[in-house]
T-cell receptor, first 114, second 110 residues
Framework: DTGVSQNPRHKITKRGQNVTFRCDPI?????LYWYRQTLGQGPEFLTY????????KSRLLSDRFSAERPKGSFSTLEIQRTEQGDSAMYLC????????????FGNGTRLTVT | AQRVTQPEKLLSVFKGAPVELKCNYS??????LFWYVQYSRQRLQLLLR??SRESIKGFTADLNKGETSFHLKKPFAQEEDSAMYYC????????????FGTGTQLKVEL
């Protein structure tokens, strides 16, 4: 499968712990996006990268959230001091730069904070 | 601010019946609209976009700027159309950032 890959698929953690998710985009895609999806809602934009540069962050992304894409390939999303409200599906997507380029989504990482 | 509204959480139709999934948007400029679909146990994927003006799997959607709508239609529903459908908007400013609606679960019954 040469699509967008996300790990882990599921993560259960206790409140207050830190978690890190990884996303491997389609290899030739220079844009990478993180979205969050809670039950009954559509995906909500969190942040995106063009190559290694983080170009936009949503106000949904509190100070406890940080994303990196150090070499312009894979990306990590870290949540520090997790809260129960962080429980959600975290989706990664990638695309080419062109405005006609569709987003290709991964299967997501489901986070449960107990 | 941009917003996408999908008023129906669930739409149930019989096989062979027409389907219309509603989508309304709020955006001050000229948006680009998309429909994404998520079949059971599969990832979210693009179904169609308004600029392509194409029919995918028998589905079509027309952007109506006067009514700020982008409804998804299919004349004859098939069982394999059962899935979650999300309408999404991309505004000006680049980045390919999408704003999604809350989704409509389409169930096609035999």
């Amino acid at each position: 499968d040469t699509g967008v890959s996300q790990n882990p698929r599921h993560k259960i953690t206790k409140r207050g712990q830190n978690v890190t998710f990884r996303c491997d985009p389609i290899s030739e895609h220079n844009r990478l996006y993180w979205y969050r999806q809670t039950l009954g809602q559509g995906p909500e934009f969190l942040t995106y990268f063009q190559n290694e540069a983080q170009l936009e962050k949503s106000r949904l992304l509190s100070d406890r959230f940080s994303a990196e894409r150090p070499k312009g390939s894979f990306s990590t999303l870290e949540i520090q001091r997790t809260e129960q409200g962080d429980s959600a599906m975290y989706l990664c997507a990638s695309s080419l730069t062109g405005t006609d380029s569709p987003l290709h989504f991964g299967n997501g990482t489901r986070l449960t904070v107990t | 601010a941009q917003r996408v509204t999908q008023p129906e959480k669930l739409l149930s139709v019989f096989k062979g019946a027409p389907v219309e999934l509603k989508c309304n948007y709020s955006y001050s400029g000229s948006p680009e609209l998309f429909w994404y679909v998520q079949y059971s146990r599969q990832r979210l994927q693009l179904l169609l976009r308004h600029i392509s003006r194409e029919s995918i799997k028998g589905f079509t959607a027309d952007l109506n700027k006067g009514e700020t709508s982008f409804h998804l239609k299919k004349p004859f529903a098939q069982e394999e159309d059962s899935a979650m459908y999300y309408c999404a908007l991309r505004g000006a400013g680049g980045g390919n950032k999408l704003t999604f609606g809350t989704g409509t679960q389409l169930k096609v019954e035999l």
